[in-house]
């Protein structure tokens, strides 16, 4: 399928979705006009400048972020959107998806435009959430059709750079796609596809030894839901993946998995080109206050689309869930278990199967209390971060874009919060948390204690708030002990904070200050102190500064070392 004859089979279908009532009719094109103002315009600007005095821990001495909205009602037929995101972090160096984004978003009835940087989604298989520089549109009349379509490049082009490694070279690459859906009362059908491919530039030089190819990807999905019946929905998603690994080798047989759709239907190139199947299916009914749940999904080993960042393969899945109220509705049960294995082409050294389950109870017998208990060992989802990692954060966006990984066996989570009121004047608030990780390697029914680990967070904190006055005192105590291997690691300390809110609540103030301690096998590692202010205010209504500083004074065996890090935000909405 060429892009030429994608794009008109989608404007040949987008075409007649269009019903004469969503038309403009010339004769009555004064009733548009109605009362009031022909255009209105509303939206908001927010620019914030981070200064960091120390450097080090890989940040810029000083960034900048700006981004703002902007709408504009034509006549209250037309709404122009418009989106952008400025910063100058990470300036000097290369990426495939540029931080700074600008885009437009017009819409008319149920026709919506997408311009600039965006993001669509059409499938889990073809197109998820990846950002695009180009056009797309969504077409949704009221008759139950919808159309979505998609042009732009997924990535550009980044040179090698032997001299700066952090960011890896890529090539540039471009993509079109559409999906196609209709939803009725008792049925909705969705059928879905994306092209991509990355075009090569002789002027551009990326080694071998990267391991970085030109790739070309065309994915198709099909779904279908059904509701026979009040409470009872199945659903099921077919996709097929074609993926060309290096499209400058055009020979070699493809290699497939058999019943591949997209070179016996669409006729795709077979040519060095590895086919992959992808399968997801579902019941649930509901039948008074409960839930039931059957799932089963296989993805082939090596299953890629181009419109995605990431994506799992080689497994199949098979859970069953169900979910219960009871007590008067004052209590809520779920459960989720499964089978989860790999392997599934029988190609790797060792296979894995497992169980996998969950189970979140929630109880509220009244107001003041509410507590939750979570049991999981989803090894592959379950991702815990200490919360001394934010306690001892002094960039706010300095995580923004880090993906944080774990592999857990299993994790317990207890969450108990009680408020009370007194005579409505003082309200307390008592918060209690613990969790506890658990994992290791278990071999011919042997528990090694040198590879397993157990993580335990727990924290508790009370906050009093004198509500005439709108002055709140919070004292917390954080404590994380892990056990990894035959080590054993140890941090704890106290925070401290009040907040108030002043001159008629226009403007917000606070300070809290945090100590921590850690150590490793009995031995002192360091100690972290910080000292954090905030202030806010609000004038005119729609403009809001705000000021944010940390002082951080860290002692090590190998050194002390301070920093200072204060954010400066503006922001107006009109």
């Given at each position: 399928?060429?892009?030429?004859?994608?794009?008109?089979?989608?404007?040949?279908?987008?075409?007649?979705?269009?019903?004469?009532?969503?038309?403009?009719?010339?004769?009555?094109?004064?009733?548009?006009?109605?009362?009031?103002?022909?255009?209105?315009?509303?939206?908001?600007?927010?620019?914030?400048?981070?200064?960091?005095?120390?450097?080090?821990?890989?940040?810029?001495?000083?960034?900048?972020?700006?981004?703002?909205?902007?709408?504009?009602?034509?006549?209250?037929?037309?709404?122009?959107?418009?989106?952008?995101?400025?910063?100058?972090?990470?300036?000097?160096?290369?990426?495939?998806?540029?931080?700074?984004?600008?885009?437009?978003?017009?819409?008319?009835?149920?026709?919506?435009?997408?311009?600039?940087?965006?993001?669509?989604?059409?499938?889990?298989?073809?197109?998820n959430g990846h950002q695009?520089?180009?056009?797309?549109?969504?077409?949704?009349?009221?008759?139950g059709w919808s159309i979505?379509?998609?042009?732009?490049?997924?990535?550009?082009?980044?040179?090698?750079?032997?001299?700066?490694?952090?960011?890896?070279?890529?090539?540039?690459?471009?993509?079109?796609?559409?999906?196609?859906?209709?939803?009725?009362?008792?049925?909705?059908?969705?059928?879905?596809?994306?092209?991509?491919?990355?075009?090569?530039?002789?002027?551009?030089?990326?080694?071998?030894?990267?391991?970085?190819?030109?790739?070309?990807?065309?994915?198709?999905?099909?779904?279908?839901?059904?509701?026979?019946?009040?409470?009872?929905?199945?659903?099921?998603?077919?996709?097929?993946?074609?993926?060309?690994?290096?499209?400058?080798?055009?020979?070699?047989?493809?290699?497939?998995?058999?019943?591949?759709?997209?070179?016996?239907?669409?006729?795709?190139?077979?040519?060095?080109?590895?086919?992959?199947?992808?399968?997801?299916?579902?019941?649930?009914?509901?039948?008074?206050?409960?839930?039931?749940?059957?799932?089963?999904?296989?993805?082939?080993?090596?299953?890629?689309?181009?419109?995605?960042?990431?994506?799992?393969?080689?497994?199949?899945?098979?859970?069953?869930?169900?979910?219960?109220?009871?007590?008067?509705?004052?209590?809520?049960?779920?459960?989720?278990?499964?089978?989860?294995?790999?392997?599934?082409?029988?190609?790797?050294?060792?296979?894995?199967?497992?169980?996998?389950?969950?189970?979140?109870?929630?109880?509220?017998?009244?107001?003041?209390?509410?507590?939750?208990?979570?049991?999981?060992?989803?090894?592959?989802?379950?991702?815990?971060?200490?919360?001394?990692?934010?306690?001892?954060?002094?960039?706010?966006?300095?995580?923004?874009?880090?993906?944080?990984?774990?592999?857990?066996?299993?994790?317990?989570?207890?969450?108990?919060?009680?408020?009370?009121?007194?005579?409505?004047?003082?309200?307390?608030?008592?918060?209690?948390?613990?969790?506890?990780?658990?994992?290791?390697?278990?071999?011919?029914?042997?528990?090694?204690?040198?590879?397993?680990?157990?993580?335990?967070?727990?924290?508790?904190?009370?906050?009093?708030?004198?509500?005439?006055?709108?002055?709140?005192?919070?004292?917390?105590?954080?404590?994380?002990?892990?056990?990894?291997?035959?080590?054993?690691?140890?941090?704890?300390?106290?925070?401290?904070?009040?907040?108030?809110k002043l001159f008629d609540?226009?403007?917000?103030?606070?300070?809290?200050?945090?100590?921590?301690?850690?150590?490793?096998?009995?031995?002192?590692?360091?100690?972290?102190?910080?000292?954090?202010?905030?202030?806010?205010?609000?004038?005119?209504?729609?403009?809001?500064?705000?000021?944010?500083?940390?002082?951080?004074?860290?002692?090590?065996?190998?050194?002390?070392?301070?920093?200072?890090?204060?954010?400066?935000?503006?922001?107006?909405?009109?």
């Amino acid at each position: 399928m060429n892009k030429p004859l994608a794009l008109c089979l989608c404007a040949a279908v987008c075409l007649p979705l269009l019903s004469p009532a969503q038309q403009i009719n010339l004769e009555n094109i004064g009733d548009m006009f109605g009362k009031g103002k022909p255009l209105k315009v509303n939206g908001g600007l927010n620019a914030s400048t981070v200064f960091n005095s120390g450097g080090g821990y890989g940040r810029q001495p000083f960034t900048w972020f700006i981004n703002g909205s902007l709408n504009a009602n034509l006549l209250g037929q037309l709404n122009l959107p418009f989106s952008f995101n400025l910063t100058n972090a990470g300036a000097g160096y290369s990426y495939p998806t540029m931080p700074n984004r600008l885009s437009l978003h017009p819409t008319y009835k149920g026709v919506t435009a997408h311009i600039g940087d965006v993001v669509m989604s059409f499938s889990p298989y073809t197109l998820n959430g990846h950002q695009f520089t180009g056009v797309g549109v969504d077409v949704a009349p009221e008759s139950g059709w919808s159309i979505s379509a998609m042009y732009g490049r997924l990535l550009r082009a980044v040179n090698y750079d032997s001299t700066n490694r952090s960011v890896l070279p890529s090539y540039r690459r471009m993509g079109y796609g559409a999906k196609l859906a209709l939803n009725r009362e008792h049925y909705a059908l969705a059928l879905s596809f994306l092209r991509a491919k990355d075009h090569t530039d002789p002027a551009q030089y990326l080694p071998d030894t990267l391991h970085i190819y030109p790739k070309e990807n065309l994915t198709v999905s099909l779904s279908a839901t059904l509701r026979p019946r009040k409470g009872l929905e199945l659903t099921a998603e077919y996709a097929n993946s074609a993926m060309k690994l290096d499209r400058r080798d055009n020979h070699g047989a493809a290699k497939t998995s058999g019943g591949n759709l997209l070179e016996t239907v669409f006729m795709y190139e077979a040519r060095n080109t590895r086919f992959y199947k992808a399968l997801k299916a579902g019941l649930n009914y509901t039948f008074f206050k409960s839930t039931i749940g059957l799932g089963y999904e296989r993805i082939d080993p090596g299953y890629q689309t181009l419109g995605a960042y990431y994506m799992n393969n080689d497994l199949e899945n098979i859970t069953v869930n169900f979910s219960q109220p009871f007590l008067k509705d004052k209590a809520n049960i779920a459960v989720n278990v499964g089978y989860q294995r790999d392997d599934l082409s029988h190609t790797k050294a060792g296979a894995t199967s497992r169980m996998v389950s969950s189970l979140n109870a929630n109880y509220m017998p009244d107001e003041k209390w509410n507590l939750n208990l979570s049991y999981s060992n989803f090894q592959t989802y379950t991702n815990i971060r200490p919360q001394f990692e934010y306690i001892n954060q002094t960039d706010p966006y300095g995580n923004m874009d880090t993906l944080n990984f774990k592999q857990v066996s299993q994790n317990v989570g207890l969450n108990v919060n009680y408020m009370m009121k007194t005579a409505g004047n003082k309200s307390h608030n008592i918060n209690m948390n613990l969790n506890v990780q658990d994992a290791a390697d278990i071999q011919n029914g042997v528990l090694w204690k040198g590879n397993g680990s157990r993580f335990y967070n727990a924290n508790t904190a009370y906050t009093l708030l004198l509500i005439p006055r709108q002055i709140s005192f919070t004292g917390a105590f954080n404590l994380s002990y892990n056990s990894i291997g035959r080590n054993d690691f140890l941090t704890l300390g106290p925070t401290l904070g009040i907040n108030a809110k002043l001159f008629d609540k226009k403007a917000t103030a606070g300070f809290t200050t945090s100590y921590n301690s850690s150590a490793s096998d009995g031995q002192q590692q360091g100690q972290v102190l910080n000292l954090r202010a905030n202030a806010a205010y609000i004038f005119l209504k729609k403009h809001n500064v705000n000021l944010n500083a940390v002082h951080q004074t860290r002692w090590t065996p190998k050194g002390n070392s301070s920093n200072v890090t204060a954010t400066l935000g503006y922001n107006y909405s009109f």
